[in-house]
């Protein structure tokens, strides 16, 4: 039988405190003309003092998993891809699975910059479509208002902080990731780029004096890279999943220019009403943008069930990545019949058949077989 990880549940976190463009005029040489014209932005969300991208990631994927009807310890695994996490080490994906109480599963981080969740959810869909995986959490969350400089114009009017995640989970309706694209070219690395802190240039006084500690984008480079590969991206996934621009409901793209994404919608045909932008609110959140739009995009009705969306992304790397997305309805696996549970404890138990595998549950993390097993039983 071939699996699917259909995507059931989807959440954000988005921190309260909110700069405008207008406050921005107030302390650095721009104007609300400029950034709006140029990129498409009004105002941004940032967080507060106690606010952390561990936090922001773990609301976000208490969200995805109420509206998928999942708990957080039915999960076969997390991945977190951000590129701001808490701490160098330990990674974020270890302190997102301890704080949502989800068991001992496998969790990683992905780092990928502004790719990072189409690189995440192309990945947890391999581990489910391979039966390795059942439930996995998808989270992109990011923390940037920390990492740029807030005196530098060309990239602080530019990013917003925010996370969004999604639960998907195996089902045998073709559905989830149909089709993707991921790419990178390291020879454009420098052109956005965190030079401190890493073992490059590790924390020094002279390096924090030198500012390598703050994001350096060289703006017009990253803009004429991502206008060469996004709409080609697009075109690839979308012909990849064997479907014509026709049959896709919405393209919900990463939201960090408004003219880049016209530029992709353009290139492969899109009209603008099947484009969701929500740029103007939130700046580029990075990794988080496309799950944020995505949730956005339920609330208000322009994503329904059955619909085919198209996510593309670009940023640091230089990375880029398409994935054509069905989302079909949550059908809860149906429950074995009671007799076929009894009947396999029972054998388990008088012929210590353990050496044989997991009987009740061969795609279950072998780590905790026997909660799993009642699980499935209820
Ligand atoms: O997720 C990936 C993250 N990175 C990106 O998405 C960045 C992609 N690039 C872009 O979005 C655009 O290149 C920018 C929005 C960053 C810049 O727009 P642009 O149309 O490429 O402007 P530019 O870099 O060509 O700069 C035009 C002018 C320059 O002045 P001069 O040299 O012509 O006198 C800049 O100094 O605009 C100036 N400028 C600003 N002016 C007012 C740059 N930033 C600002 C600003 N306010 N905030």
Known sequence: MKLY?????????????????????????????????????????????????????????????????????????????????????????????????????????LVTGCTGFVYALSTAQQFIASGACKTVLVVGAELLSRFVDWNDRETCVLFGDGAGAVVIQATDVPSGVLSFVLGSDGAGGEHLILPGGGAANPPSHKNLDDGLHSLKMNGREVFKFATRVLGKALRQAIQQAGLQTEDIDLFIPHQANIRIIESAAQFANLPPEKVFVNIQKYGNTSAASIPIALCEAFEEGRAKIGDTLAFVAFGAGLTWAAAIVKVAENVKPAPKPRWQNFFTEWLARDHNLSRFGNYATPNAPSSEPKEEKTRQSG
Request: charged share 25%; glycine share 8%.
């Open 5 to 109: 990880g259909n995507i059931i549940g989807w959440g954000k976190y988005i921190p309260s405190r909110v700069i405008t463009n207008a406050d921005l005029e107030k302390t650095i040489d721009t104007s609300d003309e400029w950034i709006v014209t140029r990129t498409g932005i009004r105002e941004r969300h940032v967080v507060g003092d106690d606010e952390n991208t561990s936090q922001m990631s773990i609301a976000a994927a208490r969200e995805a998993l109420e509206r998928a009807g999942v708990r957080p310890k039915d999960l076969d695994l997390i991945i977190v891809a951000t590129s701001s996490p808490d701490y160098l080490t330990p990674p974020i994906s270890s302190q997102v699975q301890h704080g949502l109480g989800a068991k001992t599963i496998g969790a990683f981080t």
